[in-house]
T-cell receptor, first 112, second 109 residues
Framework: KAGVTQTPRYLIKTRGQQVTLSCSPI?????VSWYQQTPGQGLQFLFE???????NKGNFPGRFSGRQFSNSRSEMNVSTLELGDSALYLC???????????FGPGTRLLVL | EDQVTQSPEALRLQEGESSSLNCSYT??????LFWYRQDPGKGPEFLFT???AGEEKEKERLKATLTKKESFLHITAPKPEDSATYLC??????????FGKGTKLSVKP
């Protein structure tokens, strides 16, 4: 069974630009969560989607948004990029009725 | 406020030298405590889920235990390939995972 896939794996942007990251969950998983990982703050929760609806949201500014499609694939968007947005963005999926989150390899974003 | 604290931040062991990693937590309505392993440049790899105090789980050289306030990850006779950052996370009533900062383990041959 294929794991969680994230594209692109690496991305370089400049301040003020926007970026869209994509996540395909494990087949059959309907819940997708996004996390930001930085050396200083560690892993921090961004948001969770289930059946195309945002079910939970972390403490991030409105520049961070996401959505989920009917096939459970998810995208997150960051507008007006800031230097501090440089991080590893991780996506995780959860099987129906389960609690354990399985992570993808992440997208490393560098903002210059 | 839900919180997870891991100690030590870094741990250096000789191959075969057993030790334990600590994860202290405060959370309202614990739904689960999770251990992950993360190698540099990769996403976290799931190891264990613990649900209630007294529960224990084992996998190869790793054993995870849970009390009402903390969890331990015991590593028995570690090998160099066990070198990684070990992350602890709790899931509370809201459903999202709250992570500790991790313990970076180095095992020297």
């Amino acid at each position: 069974k294929a794991g969680v896939t994230q594209t692109p794996r690496y991305l370089i942007k400049t301040r003020g630009q926007q970026v869209t990251l994509s996540c395909s969950p494990i087949s059959g998983h309907r819940s997708v969560s996004w996390y930001q990982q930085t050396p200083g703050q560690g892993l921090q929760f961004l948001f969770e989607y289930f059946s195309e609806t945002q079910r939970n949201k972390g403490n991030f500014p409105g520049r961070f948004s996401g959505r989920q499609f009917s096939n459970s694939r998810s995208e997150m968007n960051v507008s007006t990029l800031e230097l501090g947005d440089s991080a590893l963005y991780l996506c995780a999926s959860v099987p129906g009725g389960g609690e354990t989150q399985y992570f993808g390899p992440g997208t490393r974003l560098l903002v210059l | 406020e839900d919180q997870v604290t891991q100690s030590p931040e870094a741990l250096r062991l000789q191959e075969g030298e057993s030790s334990s990693l600590n994860c202290s937590y405060t959370v309202s309505g614990l739904r689960g405590l999770f251990w992950y392993r993360q190698d540099p440049g990769k996403g976290p790899e799931f190891l264990f889920t613990l649900y209630s105090a007294g529960e224990e789980k084992e996998k190869e050289r790793l054993k995870a235990t849970l009390t009402k306030k903390e969890s331990f990850l015991h590593i028995t006779a570690p090998k160099p390939e066990d070198s990684a950052t070990y992350l602890c996370a709790v899931q509370g009533s809201q459903g999202n995972l709250i992570f500790g900062k991790g313990t970076k383990l180095s095992v020297k041959p």
